[in-house]
């Protein structure tokens, strides 16, 4: 199986058609399923980020998942869906009823009122105000000396390269959080190659985001 997110977690990489086309070969050639994960699919800066269900003749062999975690601010209220082959269907269903059960009633009420007209101008507004916390997180990041960052399309973290400032991702992370009172998870909490990186969220208030940009351009001068 080949799995896949995009917007992605933890870098906020977008994946292009092209990209998912050629997973697409890929996973034909060598016979493999795509899990697509696509949670943050509707939080984007750019253009509306290709889907894997966008690529001709593949559903045969994609899992896609979706929750409401993120767009409609549900994070932990476990609720989420998938589209799958009809095939995989008993076995999934299997895995599902001696884990999670189902969903809890009072949650699926609750999600009802993401279909509303209201939620869907509310989640507008939301992602203009991550647009706009991005913009400030990554700009302020960037005019800290040694810390470069670039601006993601998708989901709500950063991701920034701190290598130059000569601690490792770990270390970083956590002198960060008990230094200078900033969570922030090591680029290694996602696997080796995150190394040199940070992930910040900016899934928080912009004045919060800014007093965390003052604490890490102090911290950073001290090490
Ligand atoms: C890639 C990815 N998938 C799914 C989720 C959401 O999971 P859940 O629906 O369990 O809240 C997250 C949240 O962090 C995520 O980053």
Redesign the pocket.
Known sequence: MIVI?SPQ?PTGGVLTLDDLRKIGELARKHDLLILS?E?YSEIYYADRPASILDVPNILDRVLFVN?F??IYAM??W?L?YGVVPEDTFPTIELFVNNSVSSAATFTQRAALEAFTPETEKATERMVAEFRKRRDVFADGLNSIPGIHCLKPLGAFYLFPNLSEAGLSSDEFANRLLSEAGVAALPGTAFGDYGEGYLRLSFANSLADIQAALERIRNFVSQV
Do not use: H, P, V
């Open positions: 997110n977690n994960d949670i929750g975690s993120k994070t932990g476990r989420g």
